[in-house]
């Protein structure tokens, strides 16, 4: 927990933004309150006017950070292990699934918070860099094929991005198997092949 010298330190900026993921992760984005925020960051309830606006503007640069490091972890598992496109993308797809069970605070400041990422210019540009990996590994699977038969990869891109965000909130929460016996990773990936042999892609 920080305290009130590490605000005088330049510190408490972080100290906020890392208190408030912890408290999303307890409460919920919609319940946690700036007060709060502030007490668990060791400082004043007026304190943290000095850094964020209010807790909507608060609320963002926790979605800001998480996308940055969401990001940084996309872009390591498109890079690590090619020059498979096919694994390459079920990894991205993977890393979904690995951050949302691993920093969900922030997590759920991306995607359950109600917050407008277009909203605010240096959380769309982190958003938009994410996207970027998947529509990157998407283009790769499609490289080989001829032009006229490659489907949109921002599509293909976005649908991947949906079916790991199904798989997160309708199976990856809660008791492992409380839904269904079959790993996330596993449902993530059948759904996934599934997918392109309906655009043609694999045979069934």
Do not use: C
């Amino acid at each position: 927990m920080a305290d009130r010298k590490s605000y005088h330190h330049g510190n408490l900026r972080q100290a906020l933004v890392d208190a408030t993921a912890i408290l999303i992760e307890e409460v919920g984005p919609q319940a946690f309150t700036l007060t709060e925020a502030a007490r668990r960051a060791g400082v004043s309830a007026a304190a943290p006017y000095r850094h964020f606006k209010g807790r909507e503007d608060l609320l963002e640069e926790v979605a800001r950070q998480g996308f940055v490091d969401f990001a940084d972890k996309l872009e390591k598992s498109l890079n690590g292990g090619r020059p498979n496109p096919m694994a390459a993308l079920l990894r991205t797809g993977q890393t979904y699934l690995d951050f949302a069970r691993e920093r969900p605070g922030f997590y759920m400041a991306m995607f359950e918070s109600g917050i407008s990422v277009t909203g605010n210019a240096d959380l769309a540009l982190a958003s938009d860099r994410a996207h970027g990996v998947l529509v990157r590994s998407a283009e790769a699977l499609f490289e080989d094929l001829p032009e006229a038969e490659r489907p949109p990869a921002r599509m293909v891109a976005n649908h991947i991005w949906a079916l790991s965000h199904g798989v997160v909130e309708l199976f990856s929460r809660g008791k492992p198997g409380g839904r269904t016996p079959i790993a996330s990773s596993e449902m993530l990936e059948s759904a996934v092949l599934i997918y392109l042999r309906g655009l043609g892609l694999f045979p069934s």
